[in-house]
């Protein structure tokens, strides 16, 4: 009889408690990404960080020697995502904007200097200099359109005249090898066009002509999107594939990495259709155990080959940190509150966050922030991270954390391209 008790008591014990753990890690309603005006605390610990790093060229020097040893395009998609962050974060607080467009300057810089004297393939993997690209000379639309949308990002926070000629030149190039393919699509790797990079590189352009005041490309645009929907789509589940050649023969099914930045890009492109890639997205691969949130990488519908992009996916759950990560984007971008909140609950439980005082030395023991009662409620909830204190997480790299920052402040930007193209 005994026997049998030990067991049932640990059985009710869970039923209990595992249902009210997420109550430690649930964001407070502050936590949550909102529209306008300043960072959330969380957001601008985590900005404190990520500028330390941009302002110490040894801590810098070693964090993206870290990423690159693993993947070079880390150490590139990090730049852009600091980069769309600190131009977010330049609009939505006048205090810290000479701070961040300064930063976000330093990025672009270097960027550029790095692409002229190695070559795009200095940001690449390394089957980029193996094969031929079938549009001649070789170029990646992931690195130029990366480029350009960080560029237009910096003009449309404050205009800086000699990032103008560069843009209008990308946007050129961009646009030009995108007509070319049968399916409006250019290369990022050879005859391999990724959905991810074509969606950057459809925003960029976007912007680019909201910068000048023109629609010169806006029947690639909509041209893009109306292939997209008779070529580019998974049967089954009605989502963009993530890789295809340069005629459009599928290579890779629906991956979240893929997605969640595809139908945040095409919020500037066509609203309905990222809206409805948005939803279906959420229905195949968002899931919500006990109140902890994630993404699968895959629908059901189709299973990929795991690699760098999708990186490890945990058994049963197939929760992928890549795409959860990215639906935070997402969903932040789309404002679905009650997925945010889920995913920024398991953020605070698993990604082991580390809060530190001052600068970019001390860290604090990682565990997320202190646990108080709620008055009158006698429920546990999290107190509000210090902002002056530095932010990092523990369970994720330099790239992790640049796009929880975006996630974490987007809105005004693509609020002001809104703004502009309606004058």
């Known amino acids: 009889m005994i026997r049998l008790l ?9 039923a209990i408690w595992l249902p009210l753990l997420q109550l430690l890690y649930r964001p407070a309603e502050s936590e949550l990404p909102r529209s306008s005006g300043p960072p959330s605390p969380t957001a601008a610990a985590l900005a404190r960080r990520q500028l330390a790093l ?39 607080d006048p205090a810290r ?18 692409e002229r004297e190695h070559g795009f393939t200095h940001f690449t993997l390394p089957y980029a200099r193996r094969g031929a690209f079938v549009m001649q000379p070789p170029r990646s639309l992931f690195v130029d ?7 237009g990002a910096r003009r449309l926070v404050a205009e800086r005249p000699e990032y103008r000629a560069p843009l209008a030149e990308r946007a050129r190039l961009i646009a030009e090898r995108m007509r070319r393919g049968p399916v409006l699509s250019a290369e990022s790797y050879p005859d391999e066009c990724w959905t991810f990079c074509n969606t950057v590189a459809l925003a960029a352009l976007r912007i680019a002509d909201v910068l000048e005041g023109r629609s010169e490309h806006a029947g690639l645009l909509r041209d893009w999107v109306a292939t997209a929907r008779r070529r580019l789509l998974h049967r089954e589940s009605g989502l963009l ?6 005629d459009g023969r599928p290579k890779d099914g629906p991956e979240g990495s893929s997605l969640w930045m595809a139908a945040h890009m095409l919020e500037l492109v066509d ?28 629908p059901a519908s189709w299973q990929g080959p795991r690699d760098i992009d999708s990186g490890p996916v945990v058994p049963l759950l197939e929760a992928s940190p890549s795409s959860s990560g990215l639906a935070l984007m997402a969903a932040a971008s789309f404002e679905d509150r009650a997925t945010l ?8 439980y698993a990604a082991f966050p580390a809060r530190r005082p001052g600068g970019p030395g001390g860290f604090t023991p990682p565990g997320g922030a202190a646990v108080k009662a709620a008055p009158d409620s006698g429920a546990a909830v999290k107190a509000a991270p210090d902002p002056s204190h530095g932010l990092s997480y523990l369970g994720a790299n330099g790239v992790g954390e640049a796009v929880i920052l975006y996630a974490l402040t987007l809105g005004p930007l693509w609020r002001e391209v809104t703004r502009r193209a309606a004058r």
């Open 341 to 348: 909140r889920g995913l920024l609950t398991t953020l605070d």
């Open 271 to 298: 609203r309905p259709f990222a809206e409805d890639q948005y939803r279906r997205g959420r229905g195949a691969l968002y899931r919500s155990v006990l109140g902890f949130g994630y993404a699968r990488e895959w």
């Open 54 to 92: 941009w302002n110490d060229e040894g801590l810098r020097a070693a964090e993206l020697a870290r990423m690159r040893r693993h993947n070079a395009e880390w150490d590139f998609m990090g730049r852009t995502y600091l980069g769309l962050a600190l131009a977010n974060l330049a609009l939505r």
């Open 6 to 14: 030990k067991p049932g008591a640990l059985l009710l014990a869970a």
């Open 145 to 151: 359109g990366e480029l350009a949308l960080l560029l």
């Open 97 to 114: 904007r000479a701070e961040a467009l300064a930063a976000l300057d330093r990025i672009l810089d270097e960027t550029l200097r790095l």
């Open 241 to 246: 594939i993530s890789s295809y050649a340069v």
